[in-house]
């Protein structure tokens, strides 16, 4: 074809939106596709070539762009219904053999349509003309649908090159190019939001143009096109579901609601048997459906033709369409893939259903880190309606807890017990998690939280991930009271139970044993439990969870008493921004952590940081009055931060750089101290460097020296 004539063709189409079936083959014909052509030309070792696709993928035209392009003799037939009788298609098949088979030159013969043949006599004639082919020869077959020949010989012995749905299907560049040639002037967002649509189906692609250029004046919304648009219903009707039997085209509709197709949901949903069968046959036909495994166990819908399906489905059998979403939710759930279980009770408008399944995944999903999926969730739901549940608005409490807003979680969990109380419900679960929530942001005194918690616990059944949550607070709030060994019971008990159900949990309460082991100048089991602490926020990637800042004033602290002063100093600068995230969270929270953080400041000699934090610190507890451990907390470190702004030597050392300076005296070496120290060699190192420095020391000798002066090694000798 001539460049004016492909110009004069683009022009006349370009103006010409009303038949969808005007133009497609000359459209499809104007996009080049050269890399299927070189495809085919390198293949010229195999006697068969196969290009299989349903209709609407430019199979005709590449086999022209394919004939224009090789260097050897080309005959193409376009078969016809009379060539399915085995006289007639031999004798069409040796005219054309004679026309281009000359003096050992390679050539091809290309057979259109050939799903034409049905017959086993023709299908049996044209196997023979295959293998009776001299070696300077090739067939190509191009058909919709798989032929009944000896492929599977032929695929073993590597004698067929094939090209399939996916092999044909447009590039994304194609795709512009094909929207180009119609007429539309699309942004890059538009021809992506199409491409996916249409996952580069050529004729789908088309009609799509037609379809937003059949819009006079009204602007284009890409994202709006499907497989319910007329043009694209209409041609789906006509090339797939025309002619098929009355139970073909219910089984079609009925499985439309899926995404993957299996005999058994199938069977179960659409409750017949048998369907396993019927899929295998439908794949092997000129249907856009695809399987999805070698095993022919697995198929899907080409999404435009199953929202076609789905349509005519809505349209002629509305009721039953509802019935079908809500056995295809139950069928989900049973095998808990939730996502579809979820997806399926939506769209048969099971509100209720949904949001059982929604606040039974909240627990699990967030305490892995998957907030987005229950954001997802959620957001299909206005917030009426979410007002309206209990279980949506515990949901959404909980996943703004997670996000760090405090203010938003409060008022979503008072909404989920007007809804609890208003719908006079008996469901002990729920009412464990408005305990959970009401320990979580407690209004009544750290007392109330550790009552709240423990009676949740007893509700919650022993597998609920929130019954590790109870122990948390019920732990945390007894060591906020100053009952350190209640505490170590019940934290430790959340960590085994978190360990299992719920990580994020279990991360609280490693933080919470931490505090409580360095409370006890226990380093060494501080060190131990916060890196277990640490394995689990890396594993299940929980460290962007602003409630997790807790986890980062553990860490702080902890490697700023070990001496680990560069990596004690990022965590401090993480856990800071990240408690500046935080909006509304409970007192108890915010003055702990900040206690805390001040007291990692302390150790790496940061003072006006820390009293800054410990003024902001007394704000919170002030405002509690049963909280004597975290008012003991808040008066030690005003008083480590008071020594130090007034040059106090002793608190100029910290706890872990005494124990160090214990050791100089002596003849051992820094690799012995650190085992009897149960550290590191170069944490040794760095505390040894840490004391010279602090009492301007110049050797191990000189700092011993000036110890001593200074009081800070009385009665101690090693030998």
Known sequence: MTSTSREADVSALTHDHTA?????SHHLALIPRPQLVTRLREANGYPLVLITAPAGYAKSSLLTQWAEEDERRFALITLESSDDQPSHLLNRLVRTLDSVSSRGRPFVIAIDEADALRTKGALAALGNSIASLPPEGQIALVSRRELALPLGRMRAHRQVFELTRRDLAMSRTESEGLLRAIGLRLTSDEVEALYERTEGWPAALYLAGLALGDRDGTAVDATQFGGDDRFV???????FLAGISVARLRFLMRTSILED????????????????????ELARSKLPLEPLDHADGTYRYHPLFKQTLASELHRREPELESKLHRRASAWYAEHERFEQAIDHATAAGDDKHAAELIWAR?????SVGHRDDLRRWLDRFSDRKVARSAHLALATAHLYLALGDGDLAAHWTSVAREAFDEAAMDDSDLEADLLILRATLPGHGIGQMGLDAIRAGELHPPESPWRAMSYFYAGASRHLADDTAGAKELLEEGARKGSATAPIVQVFCLVQLTFLHLDRDDLEDALRVVAQAREQLERFQLGEYP??????????????????IEEAAADRNRAKKMLEGLDGFPDWYQGEARIHLARACLLLDDSPAATELLDEAAEFTNRLDDAPGLTRWLSEAGSAAAA?????????LTPAELRTLRFLPSHLSFREIAEQSFVSANTVKTQAQAIYRKLDATSRGEAVERARDRGLLQ???HG
């Open 233 to 239: 219903a209409d041609y789906m009707r006509d090339e």
């Open 644 to 652: 130090m702004a007034g040059g106090d030597d002793r608190s100029e």
């Open 261 to 280: 197709l299996a005999g058994k949901i199938c069977d179960d949903v659409l409750e017949r048997s048998g369907s396993g069968r019927v899929l295998r």
């Open 715 to 717: 009665d101690v000798s």
């Open 362 to 366: 909240a627990a699990p999903y967030l």
């Open 547 to 564: 409630i997790l800042a807790f986890f980062f004033v553990a860490s702080a602290l902890t490697r700023a008493h070990d001496g680990r």
């Open 20 to 24: 969808p079936d005007v133009g497609l």
